[in-house]
């Protein structure tokens, strides 16, 4: 069996057992707004990734910063182009047509017009993204949040977005019919954007990281806001009082 058959033949294996580890999610105490029953070993991650940032990604990211935008815009507009598919799929996924079609109208343009994804004409006649991915889906399909959770790596997320993550990397269309050098030139400059987005909002990363007083609590309200705004999930049950105390522990009387 060659190596491309048996990876094909393993993911739908993959998505199975993420499913089945889905059922796991932790569900908030009732009223609670921050549902963070894994705080001792996310913040044990937290302080792992905080030195990953110090040690690695912040340096570099300040250097890309220096870069002018000529070089560093065509690596942000690939990285962006070749997750166009998955975005496609997604919106497919949610039942959501018009987003399948802006972004395929999207990739199609800045593929041929864009010279492979490197400049973004799409963007120029007010084509824009529609940013999504699997964590969406699963709320779609009325998965619930979970628990949140800090990701090594990759910093904030939550179960389902968790769940989201690994179900994106699996079901992505590139990496599903590409080959390996292919699926390689997509991923590189992927890495590359995330270093050029940490050295472009450099200041506010710093300001949560390093000035905040609790910059764990600080990244979570921050996390939770800002991904329960992007679902449309504004509700007051939901909400979040940025004036709260961030200490505050709602297993506390339990």
Known sequence: MSGLNFDRLLRPLMVLSTFA?????????????????????????????????????????????KLPQELTDPVVNFAENTGLPSAILNGALQGDIGGVATNAMRFVINTTVGIGGLFDPA????LYEEKTDFGETLAVWGVGEGAYMELPGFGPSTERDTVGLIVDFIIDPIAFVGTPPQIDAGIAPKLASKVIDRGRFGGTVDSILYESADSYAQARLLYLQNRRFELGQTSTDTYIDPYADPYFDPYQDQ
């Open 123 to 126: 963007d120029a006649i007010g």
């Open 21 to 65: 580890a889905m059922s796991a999610c932790s569900v908030a105490p009732e009223g609670a707004a921050i549902n963070d029953p894994y705080e001792a070993t996310n913040r044990q991650v937290h302080e792992f990734n905080k030195q990953l940032d110090r040690a690695v990604l912040r340096p570099v990211s300040q250097s890309t910063a």
